[in-house]
């Protein structure tokens, strides 16, 4: 039988979510997990083992179908050597050769990337950037990733470490970030620090679900938040669109999700900030295939053998 499909794997602080994807990039099937759960690095490499196996045995495949399995990975990755350098958000992982360790046991092709890396490939050619040759997307959650698009490929970097826009710095000075560096985008609008501050404004837990209900519904103190969410990314946006001069800037993930008062206050931020030249014409959009990107990404990876 001719090898019809990829596996698709995106790995996040939170959840694994594997895909198995279609030629067509669409997705047949998938199976979510609960990354906390597996509280070493070792559980965690038996899980996506395991994720892979069952997810073929569950559609009655065998394992020639499978023509490759890619990964969507959080934090700094060697796609050529498929080489996690380590996890800024997910402690215990340095300098780990997962490609040559999952290939020996799943007996298959295997290809690593970032996994806003991934993000940005699925975006740019099944979703909200496609026809754009130049795009910067964003994946705003646990952490804040980014993965640039230039002339139409994945742009890596001479390292294949290019597009961590979350950790680009906004001050001089600041908090210490998981990453090593001071004062990142990631300190100020990641999930967790999200979550404190609006429990400090609120005096109580409060999602960030119910943040953006509130400020739909006109909560002043909801409206606030959101609005200064928005100044920072645009700051850092403004530099990145004064560099790159993209055509357009896709905003995913959970925070994303926080709708017109975040959208606008980052539009505003950088019409105000960038160069006019590099901003006249740029569109900041809303991510199209929200939680199966990273997967179909990762499809997209394995497909054509890392050469995307």
Same mark, same amino acid.
């Given at each position: 039988m001719s090898s019809t499909y990829t596996i698709g794997i995106d790995l996040g602080g939170t959840y694994l979510k594997i895909a198995l994807v279609e030629a067509s990039n669409r997705i047949k099937d998938k199976q979510v997990y609960d990354t906390r759960s597996y509280r070493n690095k070792e559980s965690l490499i038996n899980a996506i083992t395991t994720a892979c196996q069952n997810i073929i045995a569950k559609n009655k495949l065998n394992k020639n179908q499978i023509s490759a399995i890619g990964l969507g990975l959080p934090g700094p990755i060697n796609?050529?050597?498929?080489?996690?350098?380590?996890?800024?958000?997910?402690? @215990?992982?340095?300098?780990?050769?997962?490609?040559?360790?999952?290939?020996?046991? &799943?007996?298959?092709?295997?290809?690593?990337?970032?996994?806003a890396n991934l993000m940005a490939l699925a975006e740019q050619r099944e979703g909200a950037a496609k026809g754009f040759a130049n795009a910067v997307c964003l994946t705003l959650g646990t952490g804040v990733g980014g993965g640039l698009i230039l002339e139409g490929k994945l742009f890596r970097g001479t390292d294949f470490a290019a597009g961590e826009i979350?950790?680009?710095?906004? @001050?001089?000075?600041?908090?210490?970030?998981?990453?090593?560096?001071?004062?990142? &985008?990631e300190r100020y609008i990641g999930n967790n620090r999200l979550l404190e501050k609006a429990k400090k404004s609120f005096g109580k837990n409060i999602s960030l679900e119910e943040l953006s209900q509130l400020s739909i519904k006109r909560n002043k103190k909801a409206i606030a938040f959101w609005q200064e969410t928005g100044v920072y990314l645009g700051v850092v946006l403004s530099g990145v669109v004064n560099l790159l001069n993209p055509g357009i800037i896709v905003l995913g993930g959970g925070v994303a999700n926080a709708g017109k008062i975040l959208f606008d206050s980052v539009k505003n931020t950088i019409r105000q900030r960038a160069m006019p030249v590099q901003s006249e014409n740029l569109r900041v959009v809303k991510a199209k295939l929200g939680r199966d990107a990273g997967m179909i990404g990762a499809g997209i990876l394995a497909r054509e053998k890392g050469k995307v």
């Open positions: 796609s050529k050597k498929g080489l996690v350098h380590f996890f800024p958000n997910i402690p @215990g992982w340095k300098e780990v050769y997962l490609g040559k360790i999952l290939k020996t046991r &799943l007996k298959n092709d295997i290809y690593l990337d970032n996994d979350g950790h680009i710095p906004l @001050g001089i000075s600041g908090e210490q970030c998981n990453c090593g560096g001071r004062a990142c &985008l």
